[in-house]
């Protein structure tokens, strides 16, 4: 499976200017790919692409050899706000795409189950939303996405309303399940740490300007204060400072 973004451009309507101009980019199968950039650069606004949630005014987006013209089974997106349903309990959340998909309610349990137990919930799959905290929030909605099984996973800052000691957290676990899961990832993170932590590629989005791919060589798992981790961290972080000027 391959991502393929060709001369992707969107200019919105109240803007003078384009907010992504001719973007090339692609994506292998089982990649981690981190978006990162100033505020008003295009990050969400390329994930929304991919999405198939708004239309790019020129170029395309090819997967598996299929043209995305709007939403589709094959993504499967999670945002910084958890979307779950208050008046179901955790399992009943993460079974619910299944249920819309009218899979086996055997197969829902089973699948629910072990993405549960996948982000460390399975004691809480009986709670209800309310009683639960952020945190485990976000964790109930990385498992229902999880359960879709779809060929990517779109990730727009889905820890940036967290605390810093929660979000950790939940960055090590998530590179903990993608090493197990090996899921094809796109990741948009206004955090250049978290994102040379994730990604086996960090794209820097500038907006007006030329895109920045940086490779990510590290063994897993990461910390970041090794002295390369830190060396990558700021040649990103210095890059974005020098297109801001």
């Known amino acids: 499976m391959a991502l393929e973004i ?3 451009s969107k200019h919105f309507d109240n803007s003078e200017e384009a907010t992504l101009n001719e973007i090339d980019l692609e994506i292998k199968s089982g990649e981690f790919v981190c978006l990162v950039g100033a505020s008003g650069c295009g990050k969400s606004t ?7 949630l708004i239309s790019p005014t020129n170029g395309e987006i090819v997967l598996d050899g299929e043209r ?12 910084q706000e958890h979307g779950l349903y208050p008046w179901l309990n955790v399992i009943d959340n993460v079974k619910f795409g299944l249920k819309m998909a009218k899979r086996p309610k055997e197969e829902q349990e089973e699948v629910a189950l072990h993405y549960l137990e996948m982000v460390g919930l399975l004691d809480y799959k009986d709670y209800p ?10 964790r109930v909605a990385l498992a229902r996405a999880l359960t879709m099984d779809s060929k990517m996973l779109l990730m727009d800052e889905p820890f940036s309303a967290l605390d810093k000691q929660t979000s950790n957290r939940l960055r090590e676990e998530l590179q903990r399940i993608w090493m197990e899961t090996k899921k094809t ?3 948009v993170t206004h955090s250049v740490e978290e994102a040379v932590y994730l990604g086996d ?8 300007k030329e895109m920045q791919i940086v490779d990510i060589n590290l063994e897993r798992p990461r910390h970041v ?12 972080l210095d890059y974005i400072k020098g297109v801001e000027k």
């Not at 090794?226 to 040649?235: G, I, S």
Request: without cysteine; proline residues 5%.
């Open 68 to 79: 995305i013209t709007g939403p589709g089974a094959d993504r499967t997106v999670m945002f």
């Open 46 to 52: 390329l994930l929304n692409l991919v999405a198939g």
């Open 225 to 236: 204060h090794a002295p390369e981790f830190v060396d990558l961290r700021h040649e990103i």
């Open 129 to 138: 939303i309310h009683q639960i905290s952020g945190g485990m929030k976000q």
């Open 6 to 8: 060709k001369k992707l």
């Open 185 to 187: 990832i796109l990741f």
């Open 201 to 208: 590629r960090v794209v820097v989005l500038t907006p007006g």
